[in-house]
């Protein structure tokens, strides 16, 4: 029921007569988790709910408007736009090979979520998600703030420091960067300083690394990094709201693109349509 963090936490808080203390800064740790995860659902609510209607849209209309359209158009033998006759060809496409299209989709999705749930797939998607446009600044922003946080936590509470580095990277959610935390607890084995570790790591930005070496040299590292961990909120909390206001307008040139080619698509053959009509009465 719990992570290799928290039992190590709540040892040490039993072993130094601090288990109150331990579960206030866990307490706390759940609160700020559970604000963020909050943060990133409700920033995603909108363009899931927007990206939705659009695949149904285009399903109804691929399906139940298109094949409509394309007989009246057969009808009167006008020359239709390159527009209507790619829109009429994808219709004619999906029409025959829908069950095609969507079985082929549904085991692809199966093929990447059992991919993903393996140790090489895992560890691909975890290093794929610090790279993505727009969420992953978010993603790497909430990493660093919890390694940063839980770090701190380990090293006030009095756990070793080879021993915190391992549980601190079992916690992060993340296989790339706990096999980067790793890489540090092997070089700090071999007698180096932590921000000669955290900089070979290649995960850290100048600011962790500066505060890094500064609290090592002073003693202060739990301090420094938990000021560290309270700016990479205050980086999530923006980046987050920075997300939400990005979103909407792409979502917007979407849509407007998607009914732009469809307006073209359906009503420009409408002109060629009534010309050969009037061409066929007179």
């Given at each position: 029921m719990f992570s290799p963090f928290y039992v190590a936490m709540i040892r040490v808080g039993e072993t130094s007569g601090k288990l109150q203390d331990i579960f206030k800064q866990l307490a706390?740790?759940?609160?700020?988790?559970?604000?963020?995860?909050?943060?990133?659902?409700k920033a995603l609510r909108y363009p899931s709910f927007v990206l939705t209607v659009i695949v149904?849209?285009?399903?109804?209309?691929?399906?139940?408007?298109?094949?409509?359209?394309?007989?009246?158009?057969?009808?009167?033998?006008?020359?239709?736009?390159?527009?209507?006759?790619?829109?009429?060809?994808?219709?004619?496409?999906?029409?025959?090979?829908?069950?095609?299209?969507?079985?082929?989709?549904?085991?692809?999705?199966?093929?990447?979520?059992?991919?993903?749930?393996t140790d090489e797939g895992r560890y691909r998607w975890d290093k794929l998600k610090l790279r993505l446009p727009l969420a992953g600044a978010v993603i790497y922003r909430a990493t660093l703030a919890r390694f940063t946080r839980l770090f701190a936590m380990a090293q006030s509470s009095g756990v070793p420091l080879i021993t915190g580095l391992s549980v601190v990277a079992r916690a992060l959610d993340n296989r790339y960067i706990e096999e980067r935390i790793l890489t540090m607890r092997n070089g700090i084995e071999r007698g180096e300083s932590i921000a000669r570790t955290a900089a070979g790591s290649g995960i850290f930005d100048p600011l962790s690394l500066q505060m890094m070496a500064v609290?090592?040299?002073?003693?202060?590292?739990?301090?420094?990094?938990?000021?560290?961990?309270?700016?990479?909120?205050?980086?999530?909390?923006?980046?987050?709201?920075?997300?939400s206001s990005a979103i909407e307008p792409i979502l917007t040139a979407v849509v407007a693109v998607l009914v732009l080619i469809l307006a073209m698509a359906v009503f420009l053959p409408l002109w060629d349509v009534g010309a050969a009509a009037l061409h066929r009465g007179r």
């Open positions: 706390y740790y759940l609160e700020r988790e559970k604000t963020t995860r909050d943060q990133i659902k149904v849209a285009i399903f109804i209309v691929m399906r139940f408007v298109i094949p409509p359209f394309s007989k009246f158009f057969a009808s009167f033998g006008a020359e239709l736009p390159w527009q209507t006759r790619a829109l009429i060809a994808l219709s004619d496409f999906f029409v025959h090979n829908g069950v095609w299209l969507f079985g082929g989709t549904a085991l692809a999705v199966i093929g990447v979520i059992y991919y993903v749930r609290g090592e040299e002073a003693g202060t590292l739990d301090e420094l990094l938990g000021e560290v961990a309270s700016y990479y909120d205050q980086e999530v909390d923006y980046s987050i709201d920075k997300l």
